[in-house]
């Protein structure tokens, strides 16, 4: 069913090729500067975004094993998701419900239980109160009246969201609109986490603009991708969640994360693989992406290319951070099959670190230039070109949830944006079928 989609994708991502064009915005589209450094703004993003929809919270990898957990804080607000001993993932605020204390300060581990260090109460991974220090002192309670707050989560395709909201009436499988379906083709419940990093960036938009942003990809990374990769994107949706893909018939060494389909050039559609067809950036609303990356290897190119079972994906998570001018993204390394031999984990160890110097270095680094620059004042507004419609539908959904009143609304707003769109419902086999 999906494969049959992302064929539709890839059909359509050569037959752009062959004819050399793109699927533009309809218009220009202008944001006002002030989006990107506006406090009461960035205020709102946080209480209507990131304490309101659901948000990444990592990769299933990330706590495998039944009694594996991790903290976050994520706007201020500190959780622990806990794999349980039925192998579901369960999220809780992590803060006791005695007087607020931190229930765990240790940002990963595995635990069936967690003893507050204040007092001593403990409490299962569930998030139940199993243990009240001294407790005929303390008076009786009932415990199920002290349990942990705990909030939705799901766990779909092998990555993990969850709802900060404990009361939330977000419908996920509204909101999420059968693209874990599409990314459950990557298959990430069998990969492994090879590699995590943690990394400071700009405000988070002007740190997220550039995961659905193809323009820049020539000029920006001349010196790491080169100067000859094309800067043409295609934008595929599903919800508010856009895959991105460009245009070209190259067999460039980025033609993985940037979603060339040159390697499906002049074979049998029925030969279409997998890796492939998967090819290029699929962001998640409203702050994550995963880009695809051959082999694992030290010039993003993969000695062993187009082999199964050695691919990688880089899952990029972006958060707000206190101040408006700052924002942590999560790089979490996946891999199909990670490597052994000191050879192979000293090449994908280089090619994640030489993701960092791009994303870190020079992506982010002229976000904050970029930020910096629209502070002084003096441009009011940005201008959005007809090939930069990713952005544009990024900045009017925002600003749609920024105005959705409740939850209901939020649903309606998701479902009205439909499925597979950008993707024609019938095109032709390729001429090579
Ligand atoms: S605050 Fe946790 S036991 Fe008192
Ligand atoms: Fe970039």
């Known amino acids: 069913m999906s494969r049959e989609t992302l064929v539709r994708m890839a059909r359509d991502v050569l037959s752009h090729g062959h004819a050399k064009t ?42 495998a094993n039944a009694g594996d957990f991790k903290t976050m804080e994520i706007v201020g607000t500190p959780i622990i998701l806990t794999r349980t001993a039925d192998g579901s993932v369960k999220g809780h605020l992590n803060t006791c419900a005695h007087r607020g204390a931190l229930i765990s300060s240790e940002k990963s581990g595995n635990a069936k239980r967690f003893t507050c260090p204040y007092h001593g109460w403990t409490y299962s991974n569930e998030g139940k109160l199993i243990g009240v ?3 005929h002192d303390f008076g009786q309670i009932d415990k199920n009246c002290f ?12 990555v993990i969201w ?4 404990p009361d939330s009436k977000i419908d996920f499988d509204v909101f999420i609109s059968d693209y874990d379906k599409m990314i459950a083709n990557f298959g990430f419940e069998n990969w ?34 080169g100067p000859k990769v094309s800067n043409r994107p295609l934008y595929y949706s599903w919800g508010p969640h856009q895959r991105v893909c460009t245009v070209s018939l190259s067999k460039d060494k980025v033609r993985a994360v940037l979603g060339y389909m040159s390697d499906l050039v002049d074979k049998p559609e029925d030969d279409w693989d997998m890796q492939t067809l998967l090819y290029g950036v699929w962001t998640v609303f ?26 990688g994906v880089m899952l990029s998570v972006l958060y707000p951070g206190d101040d408006v ?26 090619q994640f670190d030489l993701l960092e110097e791009i994303v870190g270095q020079e992506d982010y680094n002229m976000g904050r230039s970029q930020v910096k620059s629209l502070m002084g004042g003096g441009l009011k507004e940005l201008t959005f070109g007809l090939n930069e419609k990713g952005n544009q539908n990024f900045y009017k959904w925002v600003d749609k949830v920024l105005e959705a009143k409740d939850d209901e609304e939020l649903n309606a707003f998701f479902k009205s944006l439909g499925k597979e769109k950008g993707i024609p419902a019938e095109n032709k086999k390729s001429a090579a079928a």
């Open 22 to 63: 793109i699927a533009k915005a309809d218009d220009f589209y202008k944001l006002p500067a002030s989006v990107y450094f506006d406090k009461t703004r960035n205020q709102q993003e946080k209480d209507l975004i990131f304490k309101r929809l659901p948000i990444v919270l990592g990769p299933s990898a990330e706590i």
């Open 133 to 135: 220090a001294s407790s």
């Open 147 to 158: 349990n942990l707050i705990s909030f939705p989560v799901y766990e779909r395709a092998g």
């Open 162 to 165: 969850g709802i900060l909201n």
């Open 192 to 225: 492994s986490l090879f590699a995590q990093r943690t990394i400071s960036g700009p405000n988070w938009k002007a740190g997220y603009d550039g995961y659905l942003d193809i323009y820049h990809v020539p000029i920006l990374h001349k010196n790491t991708f």
């Open 286 to 311: 409203p702050h994550a992406s995963i880009a695809s990356f051959l082999g694992g290897d030290r010039d993003l190119e993969g000695s062993d290319e187009g082999v199964p079972g050695h691919r």
């Open 325 to 350: 001018n700052e924002h942590f993204t999560t790089q979490y390394y996946l891999m199909e099959t990670p490597p052994t031999d000191p050879e192979g984990i000293a090449n994908a160890t280089a």
